[in-house]
């Protein structure tokens, strides 16, 4: 499949544009402020935990947010972000393994950046980073009540390999689903 084909299949090309970058420091709180509104609280991390999380031994986190194209101008059409839109339109912190298994670590897109292709081209830019790291496979843990995360996942090719249970403080169980890469 040619990179046109692939980005169109996957949602890229729908009229909207960002940018993926590398974390910095200054991005930390808006970064703990969307952990917060994608995920309950008991599964939404602390910030002493997102903070360990990005510090990790091999790990990274990957940034989206708009390009100025991507913003919404008088007289454009199609959808766009608008100046209101937030600066940051979500992120992804993955982790190479020792062992040669790729982790997601999370994956946070707030609601009013979902179905533009953020967390799609978060996800496959992870996964193509973590192959050039000699992974052979990305695992990751969801919620088993997490109804769209578990689609989103379905249609990027992951499967439930096992289940975790009280994994989460607020006791519910999680999902183990891994791909191979």
Known sequence: MGRPEYLKRHGYNNGVEFALREFRREDFESL???????????IAYSRLELAAYIRLRGAFTLVAEPTASGLKKPGNSGPRFTE???????FIVAQVTRRGVGHI??????SASRRFGVGSRLLATAEERLRVAACHSVELETAVDNAGALAFYKR??????K???RYYTNGVD????????
């Open 32 to 42: 703990w402020r969307i952990d917060q509104e994608c995920f309950a609280p008991g």
């Open 84 to 90: 209101n839109s937030p600066k940051l339109l979500g």
């Open 105 to 110: 670590l999370t994956i946070d897109v707030p």
């Open 156 to 161: 990027h090719q992951y499967c439930v390999v």
């Open 163 to 165: 289940t975790i249970p």
């Open 174 to 181: 999680a999902f183990v689903l891994e791909k191979e890469l």
